[in-house]
């Protein structure tokens, strides 16, 4: 696509509750990134992917976390058990040249968690 | 491991006015430096970089940034700034070897530009 397309924009969940976020990066990229931003700070790393496999995932806060991106394109981001502390907005980004960190965002999924 | 500082959360300014938004990092080894911007309601876009070479560096929309080694910065100026470049501006900085390299990030500086 022509750009990082991100599903769904906005996800409202009780506490407690299994949610997904799904992360449709640009064709062709082969580095994918997902972060967590929450309100007034910077991007926080969770998880890098080369190709299908996690390269870095060490910013994925407790194992209530996981993603998969298993053909190497679209990637989900996997919350088990959600807490109020989640509620956050999920970035995700695409990378041709991953090792210059060049990156290209999508709009984010905002997660509320009530 | 590196930090990076932006030393204002809020700029405001008055349109046609010269800004600018101060950045220092912890680390000279090794680095690469981005200034992204987040307009309202939108995703983050890569507004310019240092990778090597002249350390000033231009982007999009009339930025610019300076890399000062001696000092760990990477300041982001513009000479005259309009209301459309009202957002969040973002400091980033690339540690790490070949593809396990990944960005630290700076809290960010809220840019309003008023009338």
Do not use: M
Not at chain 1, 83 to 90: C, H, L, P
Not at chain 2, 21 to 39: A, D, H
């Amino acid at each position: 696509g022509a750009g990082v397309s991100q599903t769904p924009s906005n996800k409202v969940t009780e506490k407690g509750k299994y949610v997904e976020l799904r992360c449709d990066p640009i064709s062709g990229h082969t580095a994918l990134y997902w972060y967590r931003q929450s309100l007034g700070q910077g991007p926080e790393f969770l998880i890098y992917f080369q190709g299908t496999g996690a390269a870095d995932d060490s910013g994925l806060p407790n194992d209530r976390f996981f993603a998969v991106r298993p053909e190497g394109s679209v990637s989900t981001l996997k919350i088990q058990r959600t807490e109020r502390g989640d509620s956050a907005v999920y970035l995700c980004a695409s990378s041709l040249y991953p090792g210059v960190g060049e990156l290209f965002f999508g709009e984010g999924s905002r997660l509320t968690v009530l | 491991a590196q930090s990076v500082t932006q030393l204002d959360s809020q700029v405001p300014v008055f349109e046609e006015a010269p800004v600018e938004l101060r950045c220092n990092y912890s680390s000279s080894v090794s680095v690469y430096l981005f200034w992204y911007v987040q307009y309202p309601n939108q995703g983050l876009q890569l507004l310019l970089k240092y990778l090597s070479g002249s350390t000033l560096v231009k982007g999009i929309n009339g930025f610019e940034a300076e890399f000062n080694k001696s000092q760990t910065s990477f300041h982001l100026r513009k000479p005259s700034v309009h209301i459309s470049d009202t957002a969040e501006y973002f400091c980033a900085v690339s540690e790490g070897t070949g593809n396990n390299r990944k960005l630290i990030w700076g809290l960010g500086t809220s840019l309003a530009v008023n009338p």
